[in-house]
């Protein structure tokens, strides 16, 4: 989170507003105005947001999702990588797009949780436990995505993973690198 970061900036005029009035700081202009201005930064964060392909939906489980148990599904993470890739046009969407062996939406995901696959380990459930395992990044290489990142199915034909998840450190990591330009100008 940076200065640019207009949560930030709510947060931090949402407790200005809120010691002023705890503390006794008779000024009341003083706390509404902080109150007015976050509630101003608040409603613009929430316009940013909508703008953004995929509407709030989304957007609210995957934040309730991160902020109470620091995962994500897999397919909601790959989602994400691809959309930033293809927001700030590098390679990575292109790649995804015409290198998969699978062209569909569904391809697509499991061509960008493969990427997934070898940068960060993945959390998963073997089925028929309910225990989760790590994948990690030498496993990943011996199976293939499928279903829209939603399965894993290591190469000898019976070992399946389902529920896979990523911590929102790994997300944040896999979607900076995925969003870099590789050439300056965008082109190849």
């Known amino acids: 989170m940076g200065l640019k ?39 613009h964060g929430i316009y940013q947001s909508a703008r953004v392909p995929g509407g709030l939906r989304p957007k609210w489980d995957a934040w309730w999702s991160l902020g109470l148990w620091g995962t994500l599904a897999l397919h909601d993470a790959a989602r994400i990588a ?7 046009k590098t390679l990575w969407a292109e790649a995804a797009e015409r290198l998969g062996t699978d062209t569909s939406a569904d ?25 989760d395992e790590v994948i990690d990044t030498a496993q990943t290489g011996k199976g293939s995505f499928e279903g829209g990142a939603t399965r894993f199915e290591l190469n000898d034909g019976r070992t399946v993973f389902t529920d896979l998840r990523v911590k929102a450190k790994d997300v944040k990591l896999v979607v900076n690198k995925m969003s870099e330009k590789v050439f300056p100008d965008g082109k190849a």
């Open 5 to 43: 970061n207009q949560n930030l900036w709510t947060a931090v005029l949402f407790f200005v507003g809120t010691g002023l009035q705890l503390g006794g700081f008779q000024s009341a202009w003083v706390a509404y105005l902080c109150f007015a201005l976050c509630g101003g930064l608040l409603a």
């Open 82 to 88: 691809y959309e930033g890739a293809r927001k700030n």
């Open 107 to 131: 391809g697509i995901l499991d061509y960008v949780a493969t990427y997934f696959g070898m940068q960060v380990p993945i959390i998963g459930k073997r089925r028929p436990s309910t225990v």
